[in-house]
T-cell receptor
């Protein structure tokens, strides 16, 4: 399976702290996406970064992509209790006909 | 109203039964997908369809079949349900037109096979 792998599997931080989550993948990609899932609900798209981009921002989210290391990181700044959720990276591999392959996810807990 | 609607939200069935999970969307997207989620395994692609006449197997299609009845409707069937098909099932959609499209997910169907 060509899943991305997120690291760490679980993260617990205090409200106001920054949360950094990492994703590594195996082969060349067209893009990498991050999704969020609140407990038992559908996934919601957060941000997409193309293979020719190195960094993107969206509100309190910052995503970086290092294609030489086949890795990405998602930074959530000034975390809030409402950021508690599972976060997934997903990749569109080159030649994969637009299909997304998901990692196993990171569980983020933000303590009030 | 939800853009991607899955029915039912929860289903309990017995081994050997045939069941159908339904998905409808109002987003006007051509592409539709079925994923299953198991604890600790992330999401795995079962089937996908890029238009009404296009059906493709994903990485775990054995034991499943699909029907794309219209642009807006994509159904997943379990011909003879078995306990290891107990999982959370998601339908998703995306626009056509390239590789840089994001997915829109339904709220999921929790299926339990006893």
């Amino acid at each position: 399976s060509q899943q991305g792998e997120e690291d760490p599997q679980a993260l617990s931080i205090q409200e106001g702290e920054n949360a950094t989550m990492n994703c590594s993948y195996k082969t060349s990609i067209n893009n990498l996406q991050w999704y969020r899932q609140n407990s038992g609900r559908g996934l919601v798209h957060l941000i997409l970064i193309r293979s020719n981009e190195r960094e993107k921002h969206s509100g309190r989210l910052r995503v970086t992509l290092d294609t030489s290391k086949k890795s990405s990181s998602l930074l959530i700044t000034a975390s809030r209790a409402a950021d508690t959720a599972s976060y997934f990276c997903a990749t569109v591999y080159t030649g994969a006909n637009s299909k997304l392959t998901f990692g196993k996810g990171i569980t983020l807990s933000v303590r009030p | 109203d939800a853009d991607v609607t899955q029915t039912p939200r929860n289903r309990i069935t017995k081994t050997g039964k045939r069941i159908m999970l339904e998905c409808s969307q109002t987003k006007g997207h051509d592409r539709m997908y079925w994923y299953r989620q198991d604890p600790g395994l992330g999401l795995r692609l079962i089937y996908y369809s890029f238009d009404v006449k296009d059906i493709n197997k994903g990485e775990i299609s054995d034991g499943y079949s699909v029907s794309r009845q219209a642009q807006a409707k994509f159904s997943l069937s379990l011909e003879s349900a078995i306990p290891n098909q107990t999982a959370l099932y998601f339908c998703a959609t995306s626009r056509a037109g390239g590789t840089n499209e994001k997915l829109f997910f339904g709220s999921g169907t929790q299926l339990s096979v006893l």
